[in-house]
């Protein structure tokens, strides 16, 4: 598609470092370890902040900002060593109407110099509530202004900030001129944006506070622009060259299965069914994420587009993160789908030998209608004999190329992701950027909301009279404990032992307490389900494996240990579990969070039942890293941008790419040159892997 060629002075930009003066091979060895190898690459690594040398009063000064003061000693400086080569030097000093503390690390020669009543210019970061500088520049001498910020780069090895500073400076010289602009002046005007070798410049040699924060907004705009159109014409690329498949479902036949269901859908229901329904029929291969909070009914969403997929002759697969969902699942929908003859089967690891065999047999024969199962589903031995449609449930938790991987199985099905946790818009539209979404933003009538409470652990006592009196009317109850991760396993299992322990003997003859975890045999489990569902059990002590989908409708009382351990989206999740039937259920938070953000957290649990709400919050608080877990692939990383603070400029950068790889023009006029070569840079067009 592309004939086009980088200009002649971005050439110039793709020269080695070593081309800048003052830059030999040893130098160019330690950029090259920050991924610095040429010329532009250089010029592109920004600042990651900047020192503040104007003169404040500290009344005027926020919590953590960086400043510039001039006092006077008031106490002879301390130094404390720790460590190898470590040390803290420690002295009061007057500044207006403050005397603070003033500390700093490593830099015990200072000590010499800093007598009781000498004027000095300090340099840092304010703590506001421990009325402590901490220390970065100090000067000896009354405040002179020199330059109002320098930036301060990372580094590595020998190279230093002043070092860096000095390169830039050289490599501006000699290079600055062949910067040229990869936005389109009719973007850069409707937005008022700096162009790029002005906004570098900026960046690097900062005149005002106020110009870097125009530099800055640019850069915001560029990466998520440049992001965008990535995501955009991956999601082009993929509709255009996904030989999809029109799936002729039987309009009238699947009315009249929705009208079997014991209830009318919601608005929000019928509203993704139809999103859904026209995407299968059209030709283009369907990339869809449906979302809905908790009980907001996507169960019957999905049992509505499997039956569509099979009248119009293909097969379905819902696919599922863990055994006992993949049951759960497995039972609603073969009794809804089988009255109306619907073959369903289940397929997970535990089903083995010559049953596996045999299941196998009639789903490639397609005598299986509907597979439901777990990752087992997307093994290489599962063969469909014509697979139409596959739903995935829960995922939020596969990256971008577990996506891929999905949607490459099988005759280009149709493929349907289903999320229970609400992704904030600004994630939907980064990490979800190349997919379709649909939206159940809306429960079924008449459902109670769930009283939740927090309180310390030392208040176990009364909590667990609370629990009896639930159990006296006939309830159940779970107790959630955290994490059993690979990576913790053994502590947290302990947990759970003492925890289901405990209860066991405080509730010994008058109620049963079952005990659920990660590690128990697949039959185990099943059991301990079982009987729980059957209220053969009242208790169910648990880790977080029945975090989602579990139904048992009787079960009233969710209390969570340590809830402060958990995001906000996973509480909310494990509160789903209470609140299935008709009876007013609870949900206690035992927690005892240290920090403000911690209390503030536990308290917006108690206040909102609305899944969404938590979600943005939860990634305000956290921030984009956390509200995934550690583990999570699929976020993309900015340089410059802040997807939570910066979510209003990614949502016009989102629009903007849309229209431009919708346009005509942007495939053929010379202004969006740099984009495309950007874009076949990323082997997006290509149909090559993203990232
Ligand atoms: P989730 O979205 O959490 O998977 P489910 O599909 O499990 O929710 O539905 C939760 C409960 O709500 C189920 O018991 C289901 O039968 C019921 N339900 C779903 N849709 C409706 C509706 N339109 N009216 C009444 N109840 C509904
Ligand atoms: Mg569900």
Redesign the pocket.
């Known amino acids: 598609m592309f004939q086009e060629v980088a200009s002649e002075a971005m050439n110039n930009l793709l020269q080695p470092v070593t081309a800048i003066k003052g830059i030999g091979t040893d130098t160019a060895a330690l950029l090259h370890e920050m991924e610095i190898d040429t010329v532009i690459d250089l010029l592109e690594h920004l600042p990651y902040r900047y020192e503040d040398y104007r003169l404040k009063d500290l009344e005027a000064v926020e919590h953590d900002e960086r400043v510039t003061i001039e006092g006077t000693i008031h106490s002879a400086p301390l130094v404390s060593y720790f460590g190898k080569k470590k040390s803290r030097l420690t002295l009061k000093v007057l500044t207006g109407r403050y005397l603070i503390t003033v500390i700093f690390f490593n830099q015990p020669y200072l000590k010499s110099k800093l007598e009781m009543g000498v004027t000095v210019t300090i340099t840092g970061k304010w703590d506001r509530h421990r009325q402590t500088i901490t220390g970065s520049e100090c000067h000896i001498g009354p405040y002179q202004l020199e330059k109002e910020f320098e930036p301060v780069y990372s580094v590595r090895g020998s190279l230093t900030v002043k070092g860096m500073r000095r390169l830039m400076k050289n490599a501006f010289a000699q290079y600055g001129s062949f910067i040229e602009d990869n936005l389109p002046p009719k973007l850069l005007a409707r937005y008022k944006l700096m162009p790029r070798k002005e906004a570098l410049q900026t960046m690097h040699f900062p005149p005002s506070a106020a110009a870097v924060k125009q530099a800055r907004r640019r850069f915001v705009y560029e990466e998520f622009l440049f992001f965008q159109l990535k995501m955009q014409a991956l999601r082009k690329v993929q509709r255009e060259q996904s030989k999809g498949i029109g799936q002729m479902y039987n309009k009238e036949s699947v009315e009249d299965f929705t009208q079997t269901?014991?209830?009318?859908?919601?608005n929000a229901?019928q509203r993704v069914v139809s999103e859904i329904l026209d995407d299968m029929k059209s030709p283009f291969r369907m990339n869809r994420l449906l979302q809905?909070?908790?009980?907001?009914?996507?169960?019957?969403?999905?049992a509505i587009s499997l039956f569509a997929t099979v009248s119009a002759g293909f097969q379905g697969a819902l696919m599922v993160p863990t055994e006992i969902l993949a049951e759960q699942h497995a039972h609603?929908l073969s009794a809804m789908l089988e009255p109306v003859g619907v073959k369903t089967a289940l397929l997970t690891s535990s089903v083995k030998g010559k049953k596996r065999r045999e299941l196998l047999q009639l789903l490639a024969e397609g005598e299986i209608d509907v597979l439901i199962g777990t990752h087992a589903l997307i093994q290489d031995e599962v063969n469909f004999r014509k697979l139409g449609l596959v739903i995935t449930?829960e995922q939020h938790r596969f990256g971008v190329e577990q996506r891929r991987i999905l949607r490459e199985k099988g005759a280009n099905p149709d493929v349907l992701f289903?999320t229970?946790t609400p992704i904030p818009r600004t994630l939907a539209i980064t990490v979800f950027g190349e997919m379709d979404v649909s939206i159940?933003d809306e429960?079924?009538?008449?459902?109670k909301t769930i009283e939740t409470y927090w309180a310390k652990h030392q208040m176990l006592d009364r909590i667990l009279v609370f629990v009896e009196k639930e159990l006296r009317k006939g309830r159940q109850a779970y107790v959630i404990c955290p994490l059993v991760e690979e990576s913790e396993k053994l502590d947290s299992l302990q947990n759970v032992l003492d925890v289901h322990a405990m209860l066991s003997q405080y509730y010994s003859g008058r109620y049963k307490v079952g005990l659920m975890h990660g590690r128990l045999p697949a039959d185990e489990k099943e059991e301990v389900m079982r009987r729980f569902s059957m209220n053969e059990v009242q208790i169910l002590v648990s880790t977080t494996v029945v975090e989602v989908?579990v139904?048992v409708?009787n079960a009233t009382v969710m209390v969570i240990y340590d809830a402060e351990r958990f995001g906000l989206s996973q509480l909310h999740q494990l509160r789903?579990r209470v609140g299935?039937g008709s009876d007013q259920s609870y949900c206690i938070l035992l927690a005892d969070p240290k920090t403000e953000v911690g209390k503030e957290r536990m308290k917006i649990m108690t206040e909102t039942n609305d899944g969404f709400v938590l979600s943005e919050k939860d990634l305000e608080l956290r921030g984009p890293g956390d509200f995934f877990g550690k583990k999570q692939s699929g976020l993309p990383e900015f340089k410059v941008a802040d997807m939570v603070h910066d979510y209003r400029t990614l949502e016009v950068a989102r629009d903007d790419a849309a229209k431009l790889i919708a346009s005509q023009s942007f495939w053929s006029t010379p202004e969006y040159l740099p984009l495309r070569i950007y874009l076949k840079q990323t082997g997006v067009l290509d149909g090559e892997k993203l990232d």
């Open positions: 269901l014991p209830f009318p859908l919601t229901q809905g909070d908790v009980g907001s009914g996507k169960t019957v969403v999905a609603s449930d289903m229970a159940i429960l079924p009538a008449g459902r989908g139904n409708p789903g299935r």
